[in-house]
């Protein structure tokens, strides 16, 4: 069981940088692969970013590769998404989820707004 809480979010300029925070409680937080989803208004739901359990292997999808970056503390629970050069295209709900199998994202946050302003 892990329960998880997304922070950071909020309203920024174009090509201004926002940090995403996600924080998990849980004994078996370590164990599990992390991502982040954003889903714009009317928009599916898109990958965003994943960090593997050590934190030694990161994949971006690749309207965000070079300007987020994934990381992870496990010591503190908490996955970050570090976000530069932000666009208004990158306006949406931000989500954190925690992936206990293959694609099986068990557990979800409930999401913090980001709106990037032109």
């Known amino acids: 069981q892990v329960q998880l809480v997304e922070s950071g979010g909020g309203l920024v300029q174009a090509g201004g940088s926002l940090r995403l925070s996600c924080a998990a409680s849980g004994r078996t937080f370590s164990s599990y692969s992390m991502n982040w989803f954003r889903q714009a208004p009317g928009k599916e739901r898109e990958f965003v970013a994943a960090?593997?359990?050590?934190?030694?292997?990161?994949r971006y999808a690749a309207s965000v590769r070079g300007r987020f970056s994934i990381s992870r503390d496990n010591a503190k629970n908490t996955v970050y998404l570090q976000m530069n050069n932000l666009k208004p295209e990158d306006t949406a709900v931000y989500y954190c989820a925690a992936e206990v199998g293959y694609r099986d994202y068990a557990y979800w946050g409930q999401g913090t707004q980001v709106t990037v302003s032109s």
């Open positions: 960090i593997s359990w050590s934190g030694d292997s990161t």
